[in-house]
């Protein structure tokens, strides 16, 4: 067995969550997570996940969070694999002392895997009924 082969998937899957994980953890009521949307605020009001947060990366410091609970998971998102804002979320919230994760293919998969999302350009799907 490669060992080094075994610690990048324990890794890998410490690091990510998948769109099917998110939505489970969200469905428990004692759920850890919090689904964070690190794009701007209009990519956020046209289109997100429901029951996300938005938490622009650009705007993410000691104030900006100073009302979240670090005992939480957050859950970073962005638009999908072209996108990097999850990515920099993720970084910026971690260096702050947050738990992170970073959702697998953004709001493309989400979409993809069909789940709904919320805002202007709302989608159907399976909703997200939100034990938090």
């Not at 890794?11 to 953890?25: F, I, N, R």
């Not at 938005?54 to 993410?60: A, D, Q, V, Y």
Request: hydrophobic share 35%; with cysteine.
């Amino acid at each position: 067995m490669d060992m080094d082969q075994l610690l990048h998937y324990q890794k890998k899957l410490a690091y990510e969550y998948d769109s099917w994980d998110t939505y489970e953890a969200l469905q428990s009521p004692d759920t850890t997570l919090v689904v964070v949307d690190g794009r701007s605020a209009a990519a956020y009001a046209k289109e997100a996940i429901p029951g996300a947060i938005n938490l622009p990366h650009r705007e993410i410091s000691q104030q900006s969070t100073a009302h979240l609970d670090k005992s939480k998971i957050y859950v970073c998102y962005c638009d999908g694999i072209g996108c990097n804002a999850s990515t920099k979320t993720a970084l910026k919230l971690m260096t702050l002392g947050f738990q992170v994760r970073e959702l697998m293919g953004g709001l493309d998969w989400w979409i993809r895997d069909g789940y709904a999302t919320q805002g202007a350009e709302a989608r159907p799907g399976t909703e997200v009924v939100c034990g938090c």
